[in-house]
């Protein structure tokens, strides 16, 4: 059975996935807002080790397994090679599997050719978590990104034609004030142009992460439903779904685009009215205790 090291994380959609960490922590690890790796020294796990534990999942758990998540925070930046062992091993293994899913970062993405990630998709490396934070140039320099609104465009495009499913996060807030509309709009204006088939949303909050944060002057409540707003009253794409269910939001919102861009937008009205019941409520800047996540 895998062997974890901790602390591991996956998205909510693999929540029934079994798990194999392929890489312990992230590629790259230098963006500012983002502590979940912090602890963690980088390492690609050996390919033996990873097949190892394939192997080692008992023969009556096997046909239950129709999902696997690899893990941890950039795992499609394993050698090509390496990858198509794993995933030739996984389908192998469970008869019942239908999709793969993995964390990507922009510069993996750059690492594999469109050739390669088809050949990647051919054994069900289906979607790939992408990270884009923000559409905003400015916001992605100031987190240290490490990569333009343009190039992670370019990469998510690239997977896409390869018919790998693409979902991406944004942050809200992670602009602060002065940035906060310019941040959602390029953000929504990003997604209208990559169409991805899922784009979810996060706030900001408190995870290793106390020096960035020191640096912004962070959202109120108030402020942050009106960068929802923003986003939403831009956000357009031809067919993408829109959900908002991290633990870090306050704001849940799910629908479907284009058919419920209406809707959406009348949602967050209605939480702002909502809001405006409880006095001082939409002034108060969110605290998120660590030890929540």
């Known amino acids: 059975m895998p062997r974890y090291v901790e602390p591991l994380f996956r998205p909510p959609s693999e929540a029934r996935s079994l798990i194999f960490q392929i890489t312990l922590g992230c590629s790259r690890n230098r963006c500012t807002f983002c502590g979940m790796y912090k602890g963690k020294l980088f390492r690609l796990k050996p ?9 080692a999942v008992p023969a009556g758990y096997r046909t239950s397994v129709e999902r696997v998540f690899l893990a941890d925070g950039d795992a499609l930046v394993y050698p090509f090679a390496g990858l198509v ?27 594999k050719s469109a050739a390669e990630l088809q050949n990647l998709r051919e054994k069900k490396l289906r979607i790939l978590y992408l990270g884009l934070e923000s559409g905003d140039d400015d ?14 465009a370019e990469q998510a495009l690239k997977a896409r034609g390869a018919g790998i499913k693409i979902s991406v996060t944004a942050i ?5 004030r002065e940035g906060s509309l310019r941040h959602a709009r390029a953000t929504a204006e990003w997604v209208n142009r990559v169409n991805p088939e899922y784009f979810s949303l996060l706030t900001l909050f408190y995870r ?10 962070q959202c109120s409540r108030g402020e942050l439903l009106r960068e929802a707003r923003e986003l939403v009253s831009v956000l357009n794409p031809s067919r993408t779904i829109l959900r908002s269910n991290h633990v870090s939001n306050f704001l849940n919102l799910a629908g479907s685009y284009p058919k419920d861009r209406e809707r959406l937008i009348a949602d967050v009205d209605s939480a702002i009215e909502r809001a405006k019941l409880f006095p001082g409520y ?7 205790i660590e030890e929540y996540y």
């Not at 390919?47 to 192997?55: G, R």
């Not at 794993?86 to 750059?110: H, K, Q």
């Not at 939409?282 to 998120?288: A, N």
């Open 47 to 55: 390919l033996e080790e990873v097949l190892s534990e394939i192997a």
């Open 85 to 111: 062992a794993i995933l030739d091993c996984l389908g192998d293994t469970f008869p019942r599997l239908t999709r793969v899913g993995a964390y990507a970062s922009p510069a993996a993405l750059e690492e």
């Open 139 to 152: 916001t992605l320099a100031s987190i240290d990104k490490g990569a333009t609104s343009e190039g992670i």
């Open 172 to 176: 809200l807030g992670l602009a602060g």
């Open 208 to 217: 290793h992460n106390n020096d960035f944060i020191r640096t912004l002057r």
């Open 282 to 288: 939409l002034d108060e800047v969110p605290s998120y």
